[in-house]
C-alpha cells in the first residue's frame, strides 16, 4: 500500500502561495474597520451629565465612510433625562450609526420600551436627535397597558411620551369591564 500523506502535504504546500499584489488589491478594495471591539459599552454625556448608555456584541468605527459606527447583535441603548434617570430603552440586533448627520438607525427586531412601558415593534427605526425625533415608514405594533395597535408609520419624540401613527391598521381594546 502506497502511503499518499507525504504526495498531498507536497502538493498543499506548493499551491498555497500568494501574490502580494492579489492581496493588496482584496484589501485595499475591502472597507476594514478602524476599531472594532466585542461587547463593549459607550456611555454619551452632555455637559456632563449621562444621556446615552449603548451596548453591543460588537462595535466596528469606520473612517472616511458612513455609516461610522456599526453596532451589531444584541444592541441595547438606554437614554436617560437631565436627571439621570431612563426614559427609554431601545433593543435592536442591528445598529448603524452616521455621525455627521447625528442619526441613528435601528434595524432587525426594534423594540423600543417608554418609562411608561408603552412598547413599539418594528424592522426599522431612525433615531434623529438633532430633530429630536423617532420615526419608521415601517410597519409597527404598539401595546400599551390598554391596547395593541397595529399600523405603518410611526413618529415619536425621542423619549416614546408623545407619538402618532400614520395608518393604523387594528386596534385590540386589552381593557375589559367586569361589570
Known amino acids: 500500500m502506497i502511503n499518499l500523506i507525504p504526495f498531498f502535504i507536497i502538493i498543499l504546500f506548493s499551491a498555497c502561495t500568494n501574490d502580494p499584489n492579489v492581496v493588496q488589491e482584496f484589501v485595499a478594495n475591502k472597507e476594514l474597520p478602524a476599531e472594532e471591539t466585542e461587547n463593549a459599552e459607550i456611555l454619551i454625556t452632555t455637559d456632563g ?4 448608555k449603548i451596548y453591543s456584541e460588537s462595535i466596528k468605527r ?4 458612513e455609516p461610522e459606527l456599526i ?3 444584541n444592541v441595547k441603548i438606554t437614554f436617560y433625562d437631565n436627571s439621570k434617570a431612563p ?3 431601545l433593543n435592536s440586533n442591528y445598529v448603524e450609526v452616521y455621525e455627521k448627520e447625528n442619526i441613528m438607525i435601528a434595524r432587525d427586531d426594534v423594540v423600543l420600551i417608554s418609562n411608561e412601558s408603552d412598547k413599539l ?3 426599522k427605526l431612525v433615531l434623529n436627535e ?10 409597527v405594533i404598539i401595546t400599551t397597558k390598554n391596547e395593541v395597535i397595529k399600523g405603518v408609520g410611526f413618529e415619536s419624540n425621542l423619549d416614546f411620551s408623545d407619538y ?3 395608518k393604523i391598521t387594528g386596534v ?4 375589559f369591564n367586569s361589570d
Open 49 to 52: 451629565k449621562l444621556r446615552v
Open 87 to 89: 426614559t427609554s430603552m
Open 121 to 123: 415593534e418594528t424592522e
Open 164 to 166: 402618532k401613527l400614520s
Open 172 to 175: 385590540i381594546d386589552l381593557s
Open 62 to 65: 469606520f473612517e472616511n465612510t
Open 130 to 139: 438633532q430633530k429630536e425625533k423617532v420615526y419608521t415608514n415601517e410597519k
Open 71 to 73: 453596532l451589531n447583535g
